[in-house]
């Protein structure tokens, strides 16, 4: 019972987070225009080189900018209202992308279908153990053998979040409202083990390119480079 309980909850919170992030999608445009990944993202594409590259929670789209040129990209994410606003910005940087409505856990693509693949700050929306461990089987699966994907989510031990515990709604005014997006906090430790029980091979782990403290476990977020 109390599985069906908790099964029936993660549900709704995804729901909320779909919600919120439809109402959300015009401010957010405007005020997150450029990726902040835009560093590590573009030391992906120089690895990477080219390919059919996924983007799994593309939002509008900035973090397509540094694979436009030699990439074929797709793109999902559970809001329409974000994917709209993804095919306005492909228009405004020229490039072209394929995009459909999905949320991770349940990706509409065959087995091996991409070279490589990004998630940046997806994961930690996603709610129950179960449920991210599927997401995180999900990428692996429509991973080519050998694939590689770069991920990014918030630290728990950041140090705004040391006295809240690893799950936390985060708010964000829009329209004079003040709405809450549903965070769960990884540590290092935990995203490593669920990675490498999803099948990955962790190549590294690090914080953001931002991050100027000496202690990288203090990072507002953990980036990892993992391979199929």
Request: aromatic fraction near 18%.
């Amino acid at each position: 019972m109390f599985s069906l309980r908790q099964s029936l909850a993660d549900l709704q919170t995804m729901s909320i987070n779909r919600e919120v992030f439809d109402e959300i999608a015009d401010s957010w445009y405007r005020l997150r225009h450029w990726s902040r990944f835009t560093e590590e993202l573009e030391a992906m594409a120089i690895r990477w080189r080219q390919g059919r590259l996924l983007n799994v929670g593309c939002a509008h789209g900035p973090d397509f900018l540094p694979f436009k040129e030699n990439f074929e990209l797709w793109g999902v994410d559970f809001s329409v209202q974000m994917l709209k606003l993804a095919q306005k910005y492909a228009a405004k940087f020229d490039f072209e992308v394929n995009l459909a409505v999905t949320d991770a856990l349940c990706l509409p693509y065959p087995d091996n279908t991409f070279d490589w693949a990004i998630a940046v700050a997806t994961y930690h929306h996603i709610r129950g153990d179960k449920q991210r461990q599927k997401a995180f089987w999900e990428l692996r699966r429509v991973l080519k053998p050998g694939g590689e994907a770069f991920v990014t989510v918030w630290n728990r031990w950041q140090p705004g979040f040391w006295l809240k515990g690893k799950e936390v709604n985060v708010p964000w005014k829009s329209g004079g409202r003040i709405l809450y997006r549903y965070y769960y906090l990884f540590s290092y430790l935990e995203l490593y083990k669920l990675l490498t029980q999803a099948g990955f091979r962790v190549l590294s782990m690090f914080p953001e390119k931002s991050h100027r403290f000496p202690l990288r476990f203090f990072s507002q977020n953990i980036c990892a480079l993992i391979k199929k």
